[in-house]
């Protein structure tokens, strides 16, 4: 099988952010960096963010240049640099104006978004990058997981509830 057989297509993420950020658990994420080299990720933990009405959610406080690319169908990426350092990786759900995204917080070997960032060597120029054509970001599908917890998000307490007490946060029961 071939890596465009196996790659994500935008369709699969132009579906309901929560069910998309459970199947992604499992999946693959692939990089290649800037010297040639690939490597590959598997999908530990993800986060749900629902668009406008969701509180915790970027889009909440409607389109800005920041969140312009959430206000686009799904499978782009959404980055953003949190305490001026790490830049975390998103990716856009749903449909055209839905402005949901899938915080992706761990892949095997790094938990956290943050350390995540790095590891992937994130920056601004990943803002808006098509999943499906990318030379150097993608998902590759794997074997869905069904063994999965989920929490409450992380680092929300400013939404309020019923957003804080929401179990978007979804975990594997993969060996870290």
């Given at each position: 099988m071939n890596?465009?057989?196996?790659?994500?297509?935008?369709?699969?993420?132009?579906?309901?952010?929560?069910?998309?950020?459970?199947e992604l658990l499992g999946k693959t994420l692939v990089r290649r960096f800037s010297n040639?080299?690939?490597?590959?990720y598997r999908i530990t933990e993800t986060e749900a963010y629902c668009g406008q009405m969701d509180?915790?959610?970027?889009?909440?406080k409607g389109q800005t240049k920041r969140t312009e690319v959430m206000f686009q169908p799904g499978g782009l990426v959404y980055v953003y640099l949190i305490y001026g350092m790490y830049w975390l990786l998103n990716f856009v759900t749903?449909?055209?104006?839905?402005?949901?995204?899938?915080?992706?917080?761990?892949?095997?070997?790094?938990?956290?978004?943050?350390?995540l960032g790095r590891e992937?060597?994130?920056?601004?120029?990943f803002y808006g990058e098509n999943l499906e054509i990318s030379n150097r970001l993608w998902i590759e599908d794997?074997?869905?997981?069904?063994?999965?917890?989920?929490?409450?998000?992380i680092g929300i307490d400013y939404a309020g509830e019923p957003w804080v007490s929401k179990k978007w946060r979804f975990i594997t029961e993969i060996k870290q």
């Open positions: 890596e465009s057989e196996i790659r994500l297509k935008s369709e699969f993420f132009q579906r309901d952010t929560v069910l998309v950020a459970q040639g080299d690939i490597r590959r509180l915790a959610c970027h889009s909440s749903e449909d055209q104006k839905s402005a949901s995204a899938v915080l992706i917080r761990g892949i095997e070997g790094y938990n956290g978004p943050g350390k992937l060597q994130l920056d601004q120029s794997a074997e869905p997981i069904s063994n999965f917890k989920s929490t409450p998000r």
